[in-house]
Structures are given as structure tokens and as C-alpha cells.
């Protein structure tokens, strides 16, 4: 780590933050970066000089000294916040975490919250323009060469540049990923895609994020050279990661073979072997077929796997009316099995942990939640402690801030742990 005074802002090369992710109640710092501090604003920036974090130092210009922008691999700019209520009642509550991410594209959020609107973020990214700028005509006599070589390879990579590595990324992979596992929270969204099949088993009438093709397996030499590409994309800032999304909708039914050759291959060539203590995720969508048709040596193998694997499945209701109304090809006693097979893998396998989504939509009918609070309510100890569930806003529910009592009093009534499921993309 070396540091530097230059003109009204201080720069700190590589600085290393603790590297696991937790969950605290001040800004995320994890990982090496760099750091550029002015009298308003402190910029992060990613090994490879791409800008990661901002945060106002000023509460005049700032509305929370805990809060913060982030910009991901596919070029958002996510707000989070600490919401409105920050009590054991509000945000961790809901989320699971102390942060609310609000996004720049339309999501399922229970929460109107839109930075656009908020003068001091987009005052802040304002001064990330004007950062470049600064930077670009700095003198650079009597800079260290590792201070030089930083400066020069954050104006490499501005505003322009990093929307075009964007478009590299989508298409290495085949497009952009519409929809995170909502267990990729744990990593604060922060997993390198690799796409094993396209497409989904259903077409519901709901879902927003999927596309209409046939699902389809992708082969294994197009995975190989989609790992060699991701590899060189992420560059020497892949030391930064530690868990990997294996998609895209329901990478689960690609089968055992190609699933753990993927992980296997991706361990080795993303340098996850290299994490010290850490140990590596891997996050994946699957559905109730595909659960249900898996057998024990898929999951035998994924527990040898040096990874600890979240699976999402999305169960959407145990009411058959619902079932219909959301077109969902599956009836209900499809539904409590594979919700069973859930709780007994989860049981039985110390990494794997499998998740659940339900719906949450003002839509839906009463025998809809009084269904899940029952299924909920009953289940049996040995399997408490994992499988989070998750429920899923509706997108086109009219008033979804008033869904949050429904959601509460059947968070209150079940025996796992209960969360919003915020839709976000990479």
C-alpha cells in the first residue's frame, strides 16, 4: 500500500480491506482497492482502476454517512440505502442485511426510493466526472511510479470505457443476466457469471425477467471457452471475487456432469483455490422439476465440490388456484414435495443450502398466504437454521409498500427465516 497528496484530494494504492464480506451496519469494505479521498467524497477503485464505490464524507451534501453508490459489472449505479426505518423492524428486518439497494431499472422494491431523484447522489456522481478530469491534467512529477501508473489506469477507464467493458461482459456470456439468485446477498452480489444452459422449463405468466425460448443446454466447450474469456475480462481483479453464479434460470436441470465440470473448471481457473480461509460460493436457479428429478449423487458430488452451494427454488405457492392464476405448470402436491426435499437436503448436506420463493401480490387470494403461513409453521426442527425463504413482490401490484403486513405476519408465523426478494441484475 503507498499513499500520496495530490493537489486537494489523497490517494491510497491498493489498500486491503478485510477480505470476507459481512454484514455491518457501516459501508461494505472488502477486498483491495484503491482509494481517492477529496473534502466531499471518497472514491473506490477495483484492481483493475474501474470505480466501484462512492460515499459523501460531508452530511451537507450527503443524506447518510452509512450510505453509498455501487457500481456493478453490467454498469449500474446502485444506491443503498438505510431506507426509512433502521430499527431490528426496518431494513434488516425485510432484507436480511442493513442495506435496501435502490435500482436504476424498474424492480419488484416494496419501497419507492429513486436516487434519480436525490440531488446529492447524482451530485456525487457528478464529482466522478469531474474526478476524471482533475486526474487527467494532473502533474506528475515527484509521483511515485506506483501512484503514476494508478492515475493512469483510473483515466483509462472512464465513464465511456467501462459501458463498453459492460457490453464485453454480456457478450461473453451470451447477454445480460436479468435476475441474481436472491441468495447472492451474502456476496453482496458479487459473483462472476458463467452461463451452463439459456432458457426455462416454464413460462409463467408472472415472471418478468426470463425470456419465452426453450431451455437448452449449453455444450462443454462452450463453457470452457466462456471460463478462458471471463478469466481475461476480470483480470487482476479477480482476486476480489469468491463466488461464482452458475446460470441462467434453472442451471439445476443441466444435470450432474456438466454442473460440477463447470464448477470445477471455474474453481481452478478463477483462482478460488487461492482464498485463504474463505470458502468459495456458487449460487444457482433451479425449479421443482428439476429438483425433483435430481438425484442423491448430483447433490453428493456438489457437497465434495471446495465450494458451499446455495440452490433457489422458485415454489411461487402451495394453492392450487394460485398455481392456475400464474400459469405455472405444476400442481400443488408437486410443490410440498420438492418444498420437502428442500428441508431434507438441507438436513443432510452441511454445503448446500437450499432456498425457496414464494409470491407476495395484492392479487392474490387469502388461501394463497394462509396456505404458506400453514406449510411454514410446521416445519420440523431438525431442518431449521437453513433455507432461507424468500417472498417475491408481484411486479404489477398496485400498492406494494402495503404488502409489508402480509409479508410480516407470515415471516412471524414460520419456523425459517423469512426475507424480501428484491429482483436485481448484473
Not at 482497492?33 to 482502476?49: M, R
Not at 453508490?69 to 444506491?79: A, I, M, P
Not at 478462458?228 to 456432469?257: C, M, S, T, V
Amino acid at each position: 500500500m503507498e499513499s500520496a497528496r495530490v493537489n486537494n484530494f489523497t490517494i491510497i494504492v491498493e489498500k486491503q480491506f478485510p477480505k470476507d464480506i459481512v454484514k455491518a451496519s457501516f459501508p461494505l469494505r472488502y477486498g483491495k482497492h484503491s482509494v481517492i479521498k477529496t473534502p466531499e467524497y471518497e472514491f473506490l477503485f477495483n484492481l483493475n482502476g474501474e470505480i466501484k464505490f462512492i460515499r459523501g464524507l460531508n452530511l451537507k451534501n450527503w443524506p447518510h454517512l452509512a450510505e453509498q453508490l455501487k457500481r456493478t459489472d453490467g454498469n449500474d449505479w446502485v444506491f443503498y440505502s438505510v431506507g426509512d426505518d433502521s430499527s431490528d423492524k426496518g431494513v434488516i428486518n425485510w432484507m436480511g442485511e442493513y442495506y435496501l439497494p435502490c435500482l436504476p431499472y424498474p424492480s419488484n422494491s416494496v419501497w419507492e426510493i429513486s436516487y434519480f431523484s436525490n440531488p446529492n447522489a447524482m451530485s456525487a456522481l457528478a464529482a466522478l466526472s469531474q474526478l476524471y478530469a482533475n486526474l487527467f491534467g494532473v502533474r506528475r512529477d515527484g509521483l511515485s511510479p506506483t501512484v503514476r501508473a494508478f492515475i493512469d489506469l483510473v483515466v483509462d477507464n472512464d465513464e465511456g470505457v467501462l459501458h463498453e467493458k459492460s457490453k464485453k461482459l454480456f457478450s461473453i456470456i451470451g447477454g445480460r443476466v436479468s435476475v441474481l439468485p436472491p441468495d447472492t446477498r451474502h456476496v453482496d452480489y458479487e459473483v462472476i457469471p458463467l452461463m451452463i444452459a439459456d432458457g426455462c422449463l416454464y413460462h409463467c405468466k408472472f415472471c418478468c425477467v426470463k425470456t419465452g425460448e426453450q431451455y437448452k443446454v449449453r455444450s462443454k466447450e462452450e463453457i470452457m471457452e466462456q471460463i478462458k474469456q471471463l478469466k481475461d475480462f476480470y483480470g487482476r481483479n479477480i482476486e476480489n471475487y469468491n463466488a461464482l453464479f452458475l446460470g441462467n434460470h434453472d442451471a439445476l436441470a443441466a444435470g450432474e456432469e456438466l454442473i460440477c465440470m463447470a464448477a470445477a473448471a471455474s474453481f481452478e481457473a478463477f483462482g478460488f483455490d487461492n482464498s485463504d480461509s474463505r470458502v468459495p460460493k456458487q449460487f444457482m436457479f433451479g425449479s421443482v422439476d428439476s429438483l425433483l428429478k435430481s438425484g442423491s449423487g448430483l447433490f453428493e458430488k456438489l457437497n465434495s465440490l471446495p465450494f458451499y452451494t446455495y440452490i433457489n427454488i422458485g415454489l411461487e405457492s402451495v394453492d392450487a388456484p394460485t398455481l392456475s392464476y400464474i400459469h405455472k405448470p405444476v400442481d400443488t402436491p408437486k410443490v410440498r414435495d420438492a418444498f420437502q426435499k428442500m428441508l431434507d437436503i438441507n438436513s443432510a448436506y452441511a454445503n448446500i443450502e437450499i432456498t425457496a420463493n414464494f409470491l407476495l401480490g395484492e392479487p392474490l387470494s387469502p388461501d394463497h398466504y394462509q396456505s404458506l403461513a400453514k406449510l411454514l409453521h410446521v416445519v420440523p426442527t431438525a431442518s431449521r437454521g437453513k433455507g432461507a425463504i424468500y417472498l417475491s413482490p408481484l411486479m404489477d401490484s398496485p400498492k406494494k409498500r402495503e404488502l409489508l403486513p402480509k409479508f410480516l405476519e407470515i415471516k412471524k408465523q414460520s419456523r425459517l427465516p423469512v426475507y424480501i426478494y428484491l429482483i436485481q441484475r448484473l
